[in-house]
């Protein structure tokens, strides 16, 4: 309820920009020789390409593997013999990556670009969850490895709407962006019942972690091969 208040709240601050207005020292791209500047994609457009798809299931292999993790971390740390207390600060070192992460990421897409990082984030967490099952049994190395868990899943959450963005202009970003998240609902029911499930017919954590690992190995698939989409220019815009 108190997020719902304060999400309607913040939206009573927000409004376009005025016609014609940009960014201070921006130079738009020029028309090419004998063509135009290329407009951004429609909703309906976007959804017609590969690369949208592509990218809601990266998005959702990205987000069932973060997932399971913060469903489960805590249980985890239990059962391999740790204090509650200490289970809980894993949960309070991810979760405070999380959020530091969404910040510094933005500072790190404007020098390295979204490619860059994605294969970086999503290749340090594929190593960081297969180490996860080894680290419950100490404390300080659940916290390290939570931490970089949640460093990397809150990275992408930067770095999902800033390629949709890329990709498709921002004449519709908003329902763009708005289908490509509900990868991230989907894996919200998937990813957690899915490594409870695992965890109840196993006996362990091990198979539930390595599957994140095995999800986001997707993503770093798909993040190799995944390329802007082409249209020519449409003449007269």
């Known amino acids: 309820i108190a997020m719902g208040i304060m999400a309607v ?29 290329l407009g951004d994609y429609t909703f309906a457009e976007s959804i017609r390409t590969i690369q949208f798809w592509l990218l809601y299931i990266s998005y959702f292999s990205a987000s069932f593997g973060g997932l399971v993790v913060i469903g489960h971390i805590a249980g985890h ?27 510094a990421t933005g500072l790190f897409v404007d020098r390295l670009g979204t490619r860059a ?34 460093w990397n899943y809150g990275g992408m959450f930067t770095l999902f709407p800033a390629t949709c963005l890329a990709f498709f202009g921002g004449k519709s970003q908003g329902t763009n962006y708005g289908l490509l998240f509900t990868a991230f609902g989907l894996a919200g029911f998937a990813g957690p019942y899915a490594g409870g499930f695992l965890k109840d017919v196993t006996g362990t954590y091990f198979v539930p972690f390595a599957l994140s690992a095995g999800m986001v190995s997707i993503s770093v698939f798909l993040s190799l091969i995944i390329k802007p989409p082409v249209r020519t220019a449409l003449q007269g815009e």
């Open 77 to 103: 740390g239990l059962d391999s013999g740790l204090t509650a207390m200490q289970a809980g600060w894993a949960v309070s070192a991810l979760a405070g990556c999380n959020a530091v992460t969404r910040i």
């Open 9 to 37: 709240l913040s939206s009573l601050t927000l409004g376009n920009p005025p016609k014609g207005w940009s960014p201070r020292g921006w130079d738009p791209p020029k028309p090419q020789a004998g063509g135009s500047i």
């Open 117 to 150: 990082l994605f294969l970086s984030y999503f290749g340090i967490q594929v190593g960081a969850l297969l180490l996860l099952y080894p680290a419950g049994s100490n404390y300080w190395q659940l916290w390290m490895t939570a931490a970089v868990i949640g």
